[in-house]
């Protein structure tokens, strides 16, 4: 199937990408096709995020949201922010001691979820045919090495690779210009990043694993428009991130835990972590006598500017989360992937206003890009992560303090971190087991029941999407060495140590449970595990995360 533009991916910055082309080819009444590719079941399905919303791209792709009736429906009302000293104990942040950056007046506490399925309505009412429930799983090359397009993947193949009755071999389509916009860790951005280099002048990429739970609570305790920030307790040793709670529409509350991936014990497990943390009182005040409905992880990519990699390459681009315009400063990436796409859908349909035909490098997103209010943002923000990975919260946090409310993120310095995220973890020998409370299934749970409330499900006979680039690596150097730590850093239970009949050991992978977080792809620290698509429609349904 031939189109001037594929875009692969239904997040917010493929749908935006997608809008703007297809508003610019309306308004000048110029003939373009625009196709978007989605895993997920459904436009939304696979979408996890906090989400606290600055409206910025969004007012400018849609300056009557309002009227169109974009789900933001929960303004900001006030912030607060806190250091956990232990697991009672707690101190709040006078206001004026917070980075500018972490304010949140003006936005909006969201469902990004639904926010992306109205991105799709808008979308398709504007001509963009979308495609849910078909996987991009190989990037189509012309004989000069410039990008063609994408295959979708086949349907209906069975585990030992045989084709079932339901067999249907997956659609190759072309296209002058291929968007890929597949959110943290793209399983085919990965590629074009060794294809093409295209991080070969940017420092490391970071990333983190958000684990989120929405929950009904007592209307008593219900503050719409309340957010929370914190950090400290119970995540210790070296081990840094910050927890999120958020009191949204309907006497709801969205609560989770974001985990860097820089962390050196193998014995820490993300989800645990988050479960024993919920019972602070800082959080319980507010879960307690409430109930769970849906749960949900997803890896994000916290780099910034200095990670960034080149975003152009001959017949594509990479926008969104896929290159990492997250800006961590402001713990946001709804608006910078917006208006990424906003960008690349203005360079590319230019070019194929002025005849071109594809195959080429967009120059004109680069100059584009650098002119943006996106590139100065995230340039203001380019020294906040490596400042906390470097000093720590404390210092860390005073640091920034200073750069971006005293300077504006314009000190005459840059912090880099160039350290892998997966090359941090040390040997289990350097470190005692840690044994986590169990469960009380009130305010915390098991990782079994959590993915339940995922609506996760693949169909079982098919090849499995967790592969290994050496089988014997589990057992033979993560076990012994680092304990395996797959066990303890999925937040779904994938990765098992099972005892077979014989006695033995086996590296047991239960891809059915798989959430897609991509956060064994990112972690392990053989860099053995390789994400690629399930089926069609595969992976976690989630409502309105």
Known sequence: MEFDVVVVGAGPAGLSAACRLMQMANEQEQELTVCVVEKGSEVGAHILSGAVVESRALDELFPNWKELGAPLNTPVTRDELYLLKDNERATKLPSALIPKTMHNHGNYIVSLGNLTRWLGEQAEQLGVEIFPGFTAAEILLNEDGSVKGIATGDMGVAEDGGEKDS?????????????????????????????????????????????????????????????????????????????????????????????????????????????????????????????????????????????????????????????????????????????????????????????????????????????????????????????????????????????????????????????????????????????????????????????????????????????????????????????????????AGVYEIVETEAGEAKFQINSQNCVHCKTCDIKDPSQNIIWITPEGGGGPNYPNM
């Open 167 to 491: 067999y249907m071999p997956g659609m190759e389509l072309h296209a002058k210009y291929t968007l890929f916009a597949e959110g943290c860790r793209g399983h085919l951005g990965k590629q074009l990043y060794q294809t093409f280099q295209l991080d070969k002048n940017a420092d490391a990429q970071h990333y983190g694993i958000g684990i989120k739970e929405l929950w009904d609570i007592d209307p008593a305790k219900h503050e719409e428009g309340l957010v929370v920030h914190g950090s400290g307790w119970p995540l210790e040793g070296g081990t840094s991130g910050g927890f999120f709670l958020y009191h949204a529409e309907n006497n709801q509350v969205v609560v989770g835990l974001i985990v860097d991936l820089n962390y050196a014990n193998p014995y820490v497990s993300p989800f645990d972590e988050f479960q024993r943390m919920k019972h602070h009182p800082v959080l319980k005040q507010y879960l307690a006598g409430g109930k769970r409905v849906s749960y949900g992880a997803r890896a994000i990519a916290k780099g910034g500017f200095n990670a960034l990699p080149e975003m152009t390459f001959p017949g594509g681009l990479l926008i969104g989360c896929n290159a990492g315009t997250l800006n961590f400063a402001k713990i946001k990436g709804t608006h910078t992937a917006m208006k990424s796409g906003m960008i690349a859908a203005e360079s590319v349909f230019e070019a194929i206003k002025g005849g071109c035909t594809g195959g080429k490098k967009l120059d004109s997103f680069d100059s584009a890009f650098k002119d943006s209010w996106l590139y100065e943002e995230l340039y203001r923000s380019r020294n906040f992560g490596p400042a906390m990975h470097k000093f720590g919260p404390y210092l860390g946090g005073a640091f920034n303090f200073i750069d971006q409310n005293l300077f504006g993120g314009k000190l005459p310095i840059t912090l880099r971190d160039n350290h892998e995220d997966y090359a941090q973890m040390r040997p289990a020998s350097e470190f005692s087991e840690i044994t986590y409370p169990k469960p009380d299934g009130v305010l915390s749970f098991d990782k079994l029941s959590s993915v339940f409330l995922s609506n996760t499900n693949h169909e079982e006979d098919q090849p499995c999407h967790l592969t290994l680039k050496d089988s014997s690596i589990p057992l033979g150097k993560n076990l012994p060495l680092y304990a395996e730590p797959a066990q303890r850093y999925c937040p």
